[in-house]
């Protein structure tokens, strides 16, 4: 560390507003002008995340609009290891009006010594993590608030090096995000095909209407039909359910007391909690792993790579596709592929049929959809060489989609790796240049 550096706090720089206690009868899921932002829209190790957006119909008070490029701060959090708790993000460039809610705090600059911009990683680092953690009040629900955050003291660089420590670690950032942006145009595009396929069958409406189908040369227009039989569906269709199309099983956890089972395990054993941050449609690893032994008392087994991964409770409707062999809790439904659904078939069905699940649920405590009552679901089955088609062209689309989510993975490993040593000065910002130049 450079004898420029000087100890302070973030107290000495910086004040925390609250946000506006904005009325619960005025906020709903149904899109507005006004997003709502929440503790779900930072992700676990800070910044931004687009999803669980909430809005806002009632009247707003202007001095809770945030601006972009404000620097935001989850000040609660429900999960049970406080995932967000303390944690930054800068507000994006959007659409929207994004409101303050009373949940989030807004730095306020007070000081011209430190950049926003690098304040927002000081609040991501591991030691600034552990501070918060460790002072945080409640149980079910974690609290934090301003007066714990300005306590956290640090190293402070000049702010020529602030700028360079934060524009390193940006460009990591920013290739992340072009890098989802990427993968969700490409599932964008798989999802329209879908639909436009199998759900609304434009192909055939087309040829029965002796139109040409859109976007399709005429070798794949040849393989739909011209008109649809009296059960509605194309003709070549078959109605059938999703057990009869997939192999559906469920999982179990193998007794948590029983250290043979969990100690050094090297299989891959997923619970709801791994698909909650997610984010794309992959599942590459999993918090925890099981032992052979524990392995054998899970009666499914492993399922294979390419099987699809249904939360069935709490929530009902997280979903990714398994990158590798992986065992299951009870808290999902698996749905292996056959020769008559692939991964990707069954990962939009499941998209596209989510109210029908949702309404063959049950439960007093929680919802869940249970395999009994899964399995006759209605599956329209098309025929294999319209199947073929999708899948060879989705397929191509999926596995660039992997190969982005991969990459984002060796990226955030890097970032995290940095983080720390830059922000104590263990490492010289030009050597960690290198190493990102390397990547982005």
């Given at each position: 560390?450079?004898?420029?550096?000087?100890?302070?706090?973030?107290?000495?720089?910086?004040?925390?507003?609250?946000?506006?206690?904005?009325?619960?009868?005025?906020?709903?899921?149904?899109?507005?002008?006004?997003?709502?932002?929440?503790?779900?829209?930072?992700?676990?190790?800070?910044?931004?995340?687009?999803?669980?957006?909430?809005?806002?119909?009632?009247?707003?008070?202007?001095?809770?609009?945030?601006?972009?490029?404000?620097?935001?701060?989850?000040?609660?959090?429900?999960?049970?290891?406080a995932?967000?708790?303390?944690?930054?993000?800068?507000?994006?460039?959007?659409?929207?009006?994004?409101?303050?809610?009373?949940?989030?705090?807004?730095?306020?600059?007070?000081?011209?010594?430190?950049?926003?911009?690098?304040?927002?990683?000081?609040?991501?680092?591991?030691?600034?993590r552990?501070?918060?953690?460790?002072?945080y009040?409640?149980?079910?629900?974690?609290?934090?608030?301003?007066?714990?955050?300005?306590?956290?003291?640090?190293?402070?660089?000049?702010?020529?090096?602030?700028?360079?420590?934060?524009?390193?670690?940006d460009?990591?950032?920013?290739?992340?995000?072009?890098?989802?942006?990427?993968?969700?145009?490409?599932?964008?595009m798989?999802?329209?095909?879908?639909?436009?396929?199998?759900?609304?069958?434009?192909?055939?409406?087309?040829?029965?209407?002796?139109?040409?189908?859109?976007?399709?040369?005429?070798?794949?227009?040849?393989?739909?039909p011209?008109?649809?039989?009296?059960?509605?569906?194309?003709?070549?269709?078959?109605?059938?359910?999703?057990?009869?199309?997939?192999?559906?099983?469920?999982?179990?956890?193998?007794?948590?007391?029983?250290?043979?089972?969990?100690v050094?395990?090297?299989?891959?054993?997923?619970?709801?909690?791994?698909?909650?941050?997610?984010?794309?449609?992959?599942?590459?690893?999993?918090?925890?792993?099981v032992?052979?032994?524990?392995?054998?008392?899970?009666?499914s087994?492993?399922?294979?790579?390419?099987?699809?991964?249904?939360?069935?409770?709490?929530?009902?409707?997280?979903?990714a596709?398994?990158?590798?062999?992986?065992?299951?809790?009870?808290?999902?439904?698996?749905?292996?592929?056959?020769?008559?659904?692939?991964?990707?078939?069954?990962?939009?069905?499941?998209?596209?049929?989510?109210?029908?699940?949702?309404?063959?649920?049950?439960?007093?405590?929680?919802q869940?959809?249970?395999?009994?009552?899964?399995?006759?679901?209605?599956?329209?089955?098309?025929?294999?060489?319209?199947?073929?088609?999708?899948?060879?062209?989705?397929?191509?689309?999926?596995?660039?989609m992997?190969?982005?989510?991969?990459?984002?993975?060796?990226?955030?490993?890097?970032?995290?790796?940095?983080?720390?040593?830059?922000?104590?000065?263990?490492?010289r910002?030009?050597?960690?240049?290198?190493?990102?130049?390397?990547?982005?």
């Amino acid at each position: 560390m450079s004898a420029e550096w000087s100890s302070t706090s973030l107290g000495a720089l910086i004040d925390i507003k609250h946000g506006f206690a904005f009325k619960g009868e005025h906020i709903t899921d149904q899109e507005t002008q006004n997003l709502l932002l929440t503790p779900g829209n930072f992700a676990i190790g800070g910044g931004f995340q687009p999803r669980k957006q909430k809005f806002y119909s009632g009247k707003i008070p202007d001095d809770y609009i945030l601006a972009v490029g404000d620097l935001i701060v989850t000040m609660t959090d429900l999960s049970k290891e406080a995932d967000t708790l303390g944690y930054s993000a800068l507000v994006p460039k959007s659409s929207f009006l994004m409101l303050h809610n009373q949940r989030i705090g807004k730095v306020v600059p007070k000081s011209e010594d430190a950049l926003l911009g690098f304040l927002h990683w000081v609040m991501r680092t591991p030691d600034y993590r552990n501070e918060i953690l460790a002072n945080y009040s409640g149980s079910t629900v974690k609290h934090t608030s301003p007066t714990k955050i300005l306590a956290y003291k640090f190293n402070l660089p000049p702010l020529a090096e602030q700028s360079e420590i934060a524009a390193t670690l940006d460009a990591l950032e920013d290739k992340i995000k072009l890098n989802r942006k990427t993968a969700a145009t490409l599932e964008g595009m798989a999802r329209a095909l879908y639909r436009s396929w199998f759900v609304d069958f434009d192909p055939v409406r087309a040829r029965a209407e002796g139109r040409t189908p859109a976007h399709m040369d005429p070798a794949t227009a040849a393989l739909f039909p011209d008109s649809f039989g009296e059960d509605g569906l194309p003709v070549g269709w078959t109605l059938s359910s999703i057990g009869e199309v997939a192999e559906i099983v469920g999982g179990s956890t193998p007794s948590t007391k029983e250290d043979r089972f969990w100690v050094g395990g090297e299989h891959a054993w997923a619970t709801p909690k791994d698909l909650s941050n997610l984010g794309q449609a992959f599942l590459f690893d999993t918090e925890r792993k099981v032992t052979s032994a524990g392995l054998a008392k899970i009666t499914s087994g492993r399922s294979p790579a390419g099987t699809l991964l249904l939360s069935s409770r709490a929530p009902i409707g997280y979903l990714a596709l398994a990158t590798m062999p992986v065992a299951i809790n009870q808290g999902f439904i698996a749905i292996r592929e056959t020769e008559a659904i692939s991964g990707i078939e069954a990962y939009f069905w499941c998209g596209e049929s989510m109210d029908l699940i949702h309404a063959n649920a049950n439960g007093s405590t929680f919802q869940e959809i249970s395999k009994k009552n899964f399995r006759p679901l209605t599956y329209a089955l098309a025929p294999a060489a319209i199947r073929t088609a999708y899948n060879e062209q989705a397929g191509l689309w999926f596995a660039r989609m992997k190969e982005l989510m991969d990459e984002n993975r060796t990226l955030a490993t890097l970032r995290d790796t940095l983080l720390p040593r830059l922000m104590s000065g263990a490492l010289r910002v030009g050597a960690a240049r290198a190493l990102v130049e390397e990547v982005v």
